[in-house]
């Protein structure tokens, strides 16, 4: 799985105009699962984003998890960040996960932060078009793959 996260100081997502999912100070997680995805992948990424040290503490430091500060969540599911575009000039998605596989494991990734002690975690709607607000805070954005945390 892969995730670009944003410290932000809000967070919003509409689909249709409508707003489904809205976040004070804390992350949006921009989530996508690759083939081969699993729970085990979804665990692990879940546990170290709620555990990164990435808010500042009473000295401007990052020191604080988003736990620390009892920050909220927005998980956006986002295939594309599977997009492969070294041939040609139209991505190619082969290896994202397909979205009978995907969708589960965006729900379940979701549960794990709240299970982590995330008091409020929304999410975007799975296969929507949606309209994704970011208030960027810093700007601070990390990307991470789950492949890269197996070590």
């Known amino acids: 799985m892969r995730a670009v996260i944003q410290r932000v100081q809000r967070g919003r997502v509409s689909v249709e105009g409508q707003t489904i999912g809205e976040i004070g100070s804390g992350l949006v997680i ?4 690759g ?9 692990r990424l879940a546990a170290k984003i709620a555990n990164l040290r990435i808010f500042a503490d009473a000295q401007g430091k990052t020191n604080l998890s988003i736990l620390d500060v009892s920050g909220e969540a927005l998980v956006i599911s986002q295939f594309t960040l599977y997009a492969d575009c070294r041939k040609g000039r139209r991505p190619s998605f082969v290896h994202a996960a397909a979205p009978d596989i995907a969708a589960p494991l965006v729900d379940h990734f979701a ?24 208030d960027n805070d810093g700007p601070f954005t990390i990307l991470l793959d789950s492949d890269h945390l197996k070590r």
């Open 30 to 33: 921009l989530l996508g699962a």
């Open 35 to 43: 083939q081969g995805d699993g729970q085990a992948e979804a665990d």
């Open 111 to 134: 549960n794990q932060l709240r299970r982590a002690g995330i008091g409020r975690v929304e999410c975007g709607e799975f296969g929507a078009t949606m309209l994704v607000e970011i």
